[in-house]
């Protein structure tokens, strides 16, 4: 049956403690678990993240300038599969206080959010001035995270950076990112670092290098293929957009250290995408793609931040094309992190292409010389593959091992799982019963924490969990189509955020009632 509830009733739902009558969500569901909170350390920090771009909604609203993401998903110059935008979003730009309630009835000890760089300097450079409404805005979050005994842990830059500096210069295709980036972190720093005690500089770049400047799938959509992109070259740009990044973050977290880590005593660093890579077969060539996919994946950022260049297969392998670091750059980039941010969601083969050092470059995909598929040679998937548009298949072991992975190849470094979720897909047919009901959700974050457990007990530094994402949310290339929240959101009824049975599992997780 359809829910029809009164408004009464929708207040009551929201209130984890009535969900179970609410919905009769089944009690196994909640209930079982190998895992418990008291596994954990008393100071592992348990949270869930979302970003600005993703939720905020008032894209225009109290001064906030235009991102590359507002202009390109309005002016539809991104693929976008239901063709929406974020105007809107799930308009938690004005509902925080309600968002922020929720979060505390969650009983997190954190939470990452991301600042839209639009909001606080509005064109990008601070030249041009401040924006008070954002800071404002901000401000409120963080004091009431503060008042609610959760941890504020901000992401600086999530995918959003002001597109007045796309038109100006290119934006990450140009060294001048480096200053405007480190002038709006500093804004940052003196307004809340004073309560803020972990900086999140860049959030994937990885995706930010290969999706939006090999592949051409997200702004500013560059590419080589012309039926994809109008402009751009897949074989060199992703390459100088990561150099730039990386050169950001090292300028970024230098500032920081000098001018207010001294005295604010908080911590910084950068989340990276964790994909893992198994080799395709036992062979020493699959063996060999798969160090290669994990060097181009987690050593294209890790490499400069532990030892001060790149990796050695990427050097040969990319040759001229790669850019190379100053000596003093080298420097500022070693040891230039306090804790490495992990987001993982799955696992995949990897398959040997036999390398040809005198091919003509393609691509960065192509320089890899590997082949990933989920698909192993078996026939079988790397795990149980879930609905929506992301591939996303069940490979919890594969956190485990990226974490370890980490922990040898690069001197132990402090880790937060900063990203960890599962998908289903937007189904408007189906009654909110049965769209809240999300077993397979328990499944996954329950499997995903008992190897992070395992990690911690192997010696990983290993820090903390955030599961992606508190709600329902714009998923880009996705739209609306495909569902991450521990909250649904009801896109048909005012945008209402009701939990799902996963939330509930989560809160008594967390209260060791599992």
């Known amino acids: ?40 350390p008393k100071d ?5 993240s979302t970003s600005a771009l993703q939720i905020e909604g008032s894209s225009t609203s109290d001064g906030k300038g235009e991102s590359i993401w507002d202009y390109y998903s309005e002016n539809k110059k991104v693929k976008v599969i239901d063709d929406s935008n974020i105007t809107t979003s799930i308009d938690s730009y004005r509902r925080y206080r309600e968002d922020l309630i929720h979060l505390k009835n969650l009983g997190v000890s954190a939470f990452r959010f991301s600042i839209a760089w639009t909001r606080i300097i509005p064109d990008g450079s601070l030249k041009n001035g401040v924006n008070q409404q954002g800071i404002d805005h901000y401000n409120l979050i963080i004091n009431t995270l503060i008042e609610y005994g959760i941890k504020p842990v901000v992401t600086l830059y999530h995918f959003d950076y002001p597109d007045a500096l796309e038109r100006k210069y290119g934006a990450f295709l140009s060294r001048s990112i480096v200053d405007d980036f480190r002038d709006y972190t500093e804004v940052c720093f003196k307004a809340f670092g004073d309560r803020v005690k972990t900086w999140i500089t860049i959030n994937e770049p990885y995706v930010i290098s290969a999706i939006g400047y090999d592949l051409g799938q997200a702004p500013p959509v560059r590419c080589s293929d012309r039926k994809m992109c109008t402009a751009g070259n897949s074989s060199t740009e992703p390459y100088i957009v990561t150099h730039n990044l990386m050169l950001s973050h090292a300028a970024i977290v230098k500032l920081y250290r000098e001018k207010f880590q001294p005295t604010q005593k908080g911590e910084i660093g950068m989340s990276l995408v964790g994909q893992y890579y198994e080799p395709y077969t036992n062979s020493t060539e699959d063996i060999a ?17 532990v030892y001060g260049d790149y990796p050695s297969s990427m050097k040969k392998l990319v040759k001229e094309r790669l850019p190379t670091f100053t000596e003093e750059e080298k420097k500022s ?11 993982y969601y799955s696992s995949l083969f990897a398959r040997n292409i036999p390398i040809n050092l005198n091919a003509t470059p393609i691509s960065y995909t192509d320089d890899q010389f590997a082949f990933t598929t989920a698909t192993g040679k078996d026939g079988k998937l790397i795990g149980r593959k ?3 548009i992301s591939s996303i298949y069940y490979y919890p072991e594969g956190l485990q091992k990226v974490l370890e992975y980490l922990n040898a190849t690069y001197k132990s470094p402090k880790i937060y799982i ?6 289903e897909m937007r189904n408007d047919s189906l009654d909110l019963i049965e769209e809240v009901d999300d077993p397979h959700r328990i499944l996954y974050i329950r499997g995903h924490i008992h190897h992070v457990n395992n990690a911690l007990r192997n010696g990983v530094n290993v820090k903390g969990y955030f599961y992606w994402s508190l709600f329902d949310s714009f998923e880009f290339y996705s739209g609306y189509t495909t569902r991450f929240g521990l909250y649904y959101i009801d896109y048909k009824d005012d945008l209402k955020r009701i939990p799902k049975s996963s939330a509930i599992w989560y809160r008594n997780f967390l209260r060791q009632r599992s």
């Open 289 to 305: 793609a798969q160090k290669r996919a994990l060097d181009f994946g987690i050593g294209w950022f890790m490499e400069p931040l």
């Open 1 to 40: 049956m359809a829910f029809q509830g009164s408004v009464a009733l929708n207040l009551l739902c929201i209130s984890a403690l009535a969900i179970l009558a609410c919905f009769s969500i089944p009690t196994h569901a909640i209930m079982s678990s190998k895992i418990t909170r008291s596994d954990f």
């Open 418 to 423: 900063t990203e960890n979720g599962v998908t």
């Open 386 to 388: 879930y609905d929506g």
């Open 44 to 48: 592992f920090l348990f949270g869930a």
């Open 333 to 343: 980039l070693i040891g230039a992190f306090d804790f490495i941010g992990v987001n």
